[in-house]
């Protein structure tokens, strides 16, 4: 499957308070009216920015902090098709797989703000094609990569009615 | 080969030989949710089909992040909770009781298990030599569907500390520095493993501590052995039973062993708004604070709270400075008007707060202004964490947030000792 999509770039250490800030908290109930505060403290009004499709480009540790799924959650509703970065959180990375959401490690330096993008889940590799430059990236673990296939982990235990490892 | 403490839990929860970089299936002992994180959990579990949970006495939830609640919303969501815990017979923890660390330290936790919660902070309870870890809500609803989870068994880093804390420096000091030294993801997926004679002394208190705030440093758990120390506290929690003793084999493998000197450390603060961004207290002096809060499941502890009483006994609160005090749980709270901090706290000018997580998630009791900064004894202090992205937060232990609410500035509470 390729993905087609715009880069969104972000620095180091974005916290899952700058993806969904700790204030909208009564609002975890409402995911409509949640996601409209998506990362709102980094790039302002990036929901009404962000299209269908487009990529999030980060640098390393992205996701850190609480284990709120809520983070990958109203990424997953702006549109937002896979997650790149140098390096994610534990909980975030997990979290966001089990909503069907990819998140693929690779060398985002390589990538600017704005550059078109081309990702092929099954071969691994990301194209570049604003700079022409081509990059693989890190091996998904087989039983996280089940979960993706199915769409997630709700899917995957509906389907299977357990973990397969 | 020899076993760390991850392994030897994990190869007893997955009925095997569990090495680290192994996936493994393991039981679950304890799957627990909050407020923030419930909701979400409880409509992913009805998603998935499921109308039982497979342990509901190792089922919880806690009302904790908006105790008592200040929106209707989020009245709404109690509501949703606690009819899933009278629908399921799961635990159900009521505003008012305590955060859920500190509750399930204080109620739930043994040695050796393998506990989730839908909270980064879950973590804490390796204090007792709990395999404890947080993952979001659809891992959490699995988990308390099947009783099971996936896990990677961790690598694990080996933390070894010898010396003795000086006079005014506490475990809060000791693991501001190590993340300070790791860096935010400087742990990340590992274990992190503390030993040393420091370690063997230390109370269960500061090993929660510790423990607690190892996903700091992206750990996947921060574990203690269990030791006399454990089988004390458990004592005292009535739980003296659920003891076991649990020691990492001495030919065990650790990707890297990290040597602390306990004496040499001084008290630490961490600046706005990175963990990892530490300096000493000392050369903070003159940075003004508006608020100070001294709370939560790092440091809301009886402990904590007798720390801070000593401090300001007959002594006042800056006038510029607001001090803030929310006890981490209802046991907490009574055990310190019993013992008389309370009152020690109220006349040196604190505010209390109900037990629970209170202002350090940025809901309610304690919200900051623009430009304000505050001196908490909380976990994390990222950009917007207490409600404001135009604030600042600097972490330090109970006496330095003590010390400071005295003087109205980040002070090294030796200056006052």
């Not at chain 2, 603060?269 to 963990?275: E, F, I, L, Y």
């Amino acid at each position: 499957m390729i993905l087609r999509g715009k880069a969104f770039k972000f620095g180091d250490n974005i916290s899952t308070d700058h993806i969904i800030p700790g204030r909208w908290f009564h609002l975890r109930s409402n995911l409509p009216e949640l996601s409209k505060h998506l990362l709102e403290d980094v790039v302002p009004a990036f929901v009404s920015r962000v299209k269908p499709g487009d990529f999030i480009v980060a640098g390393k540790n992205f996701g850190l902090g609480s284990s709120r799924e809520h983070a990958p959650l109203v990424i997953k509703m702006a549109g937002v098709r896979a997650i790149l970065a140098k390096s994610t959180a534990r909980i975030f990375f997990r979290n966001a797989i089990n909503l069907g959401l990819p998140v693929l490690i690779c060398d985002t330096s390589q990538i600017d703000e704005g550059d078109k993008l081309e990702v092929d889940l099954i071969k691994g590799i990301i194209k570049d094609c604003t700079n022409g430059n081509q990059l693989s990236f890190g091996r998904i673990p087989e039983v996280m990569l089940r979960i993706l296939e199915e769409g997630g982990l709700v899917p995957y235990i509906r389907k299977y009615g357990d973990f397969r490892i | 080969m020899g076993k760390t403490l991850a392994e030897k839990i994990l190869s007893q929860k997955s009925g095997g030989d569990a090495h680290a970089g192994d996936i493994v299936i393991a039981k679950v002992d304890l799957a627990f949710v909050q407020d923030g994180t419930g909701p979400l959990a409880i409509r992913q579990f009805e998603a998935s089909g499921f109308e039982k949970v497979a342990q509901p006495k190792r089922t919880a939830i806690f009302l904790d992040h908006a105790s008592p609640s200040p929106a209707r919303e989020l009245s709404n969501d109690h509501t949703l909770l606690r009819n899933f815990a009278r629908k399921t017979g799961a635990l159900l923890f009521e505003v008012g009781e305590g955060v859920c660390h500190q509750l399930v330290a204080e109620s739930l936790a043994n040695p050796a298990e393998v506990i989730l919660g839908a909270d980064s902070h879950t973590t804490t309870a390796g204090g007792l030599g709990a395999f404890a870890t947080g993952m979001g809500s659809t891992d959490i609803a699995i988990a308390m569907a099947l009783g099971k989870t996936w896990l990677r068994v961790p690598e694990s880093f080996k933390v070894l500390v010898e010396g003795h804390f000086g006079k005014g420096v506490y475990a809060k000091d000791l693991i501001l520095h190590l993340i300070g030294l790791l860096g935010a993801d400087g742990a990340t997926y590992k274990s992190l493993e503390f030993c040393g004679e420091t370690i063997s002394q230390m109370t269960m208190s500061e090993r929660l501590t510790i423990a607690n705030m190892a996903v700091e440093a992206g750990a996947k758990v921060g574990l203690f052995p269990s030791d006399e120390k454990t089988r004390e506290y458990l004592i005292t929690q009535g739980r003296g039973k659920r003891y076991r003793p649990l020691q990492p084999d001495d030919d065990a493998a650790y990707e890297q062993t990290i040597k602390i000197d306990a004496a040499a450390l001084e008290p630490t603060v961490a600046m706005p708004h990175s963990v990892d961004n530490t300096a000493l207290a000392r050369k903070l002096k003159g940075t003004k604070i508006q608020q100070v809060f001294i709370g939560t499941c790092t440091n809301g502890r009886l402990e904590d709270l007798a720390i801070a009483a000593s401090l300001l006994k007959s002594r006042k609160r800056h006038p510029d400075t607001r001090l803030i005090i929310a006890p981490a749980s209802r046991k907490v709270l009574q055990a310190s008007i019993e013992a008389g901090y309370i009152q020690t706290l109220l006349e040196a000018g604190a505010l209390i707060t109900p037990p629970g997580c209170a202002a350090c998630v940025g809901v309610h009791q304690g919200v900051l202004g623009d430009g304000e900064s505050c001196l908490s004894t909380a976990n994390r202090n990222f950009q917007g964490r207490m409600g404001n992205p135009n604030s600042f937060i600097y972490l330090g232990s109970p006496a330095t947030a003590a010390a400071t609410a005295i003087t109205g500035e980040i002070t090294d509470p030796r200056e006052l000792l």
